[in-house]
């Protein structure tokens, strides 16, 4: 069974740059394009990055993906509290379904 | 604005269904896909199933295959799941996908209600 695979946290203090991975298969990432989300405590999540890269209308450009292989990024720079939040990685799958990854909490120091 | 807006918090006995419900408004409900994914109490978005409200083709998660139904009409789409588990409890999140002039199966979710949360106990 394919599986999206985060780190579970990452960290930094404000003004800082994080970068958070996905790691995918050939049948997912390797082969189809990425979205990342971002979801606040107690809210839905939000749409950041489409297309392997492309920000949605209002997403500030703080926000940046790319891919590389059967592996995402998403970086975050000039890091804001507002930032502190989980972000899920998601890719269409061969097997017939979306699959997300297991999210990476992010906490501003 | 686009909006989804979801039906209230359900309280279900193991073994019954539950219909969530899903109006959408500013735009074209006909050419946009909707998607049904759910979230577990500290888990990650799980995706339960597609329909695109312009012909209402639907296709489904195997692992809900035979227990979960979605539906459309004019600007609501509707999610049955029965046979329910305590395993179901969760939020149930309605999303619009792609333009279904396109590739609307496998285009992202762009914009998410604001979930409806299914309790199942006895």
């Known amino acids: 069974q394919s599986v999206l695979t985060q780190p579970p946290s990452a960290s930094g203090t404000p003004g800082q740059r994080v970068t958070i991975s996905c790691s995918g298969s050939s049948s997912n990432i390797g082969s189809k394009t990425v979205s990342w989300y971002q979801q606040l405590p107690g809210m839905a999540p939000k749409l950041l990055i489409y297309g392997n890269h492309h920000r949605p209308s209002g997403v500030p450009d703080r926000f940046s993906g790319s891919k590389s292989g059967a592996s995402a990024s998403l970086a975050i720079s000039g890091l804001q509290s507002e930032d502190e939040a989980d972000y899920y990685c998601a890719s269409w799958d061969d097997s017939l379904t979306w699959l997300f990854g297991g999210g990476t909490k992010l906490t501003v120091l | 604005q686009v909006q989804l807006v979801q039906s209230r918090a359900e309280v279900k006995k193991p073994g019954a269904s539950v219909r969530v419900s899903c109006k959408a408004s500013g735009y074209t409900f006909s050419r946009y896909a909707i998607h049904w994914v759910r979230q577990a109490p500290g888990q990650r978005p799980e995706w339960m199933a597609w329909?695109?409200?312009?012909?209402?083709e639907t296709k489904y998660s195997r692992k809900f295959q035979g227990r979960v139904t979605v539906t459309t009409d004019t600007s609501f789409s509707y999610m049955e799941l029965s046979g329910l588990k305590s395993e179901d409890t969760a939020v149930y999140f309605c999303t619009k996908g792609g333009d279904c002039g396109g590739d609307c199966l496998r285009d992202p979710f762009d914009m998410w209600g604001q979930g409806t949360l299914v309790t199942v106990s006895s």
């Open positions: 329909i695109n409200p312009g012909n209402g």
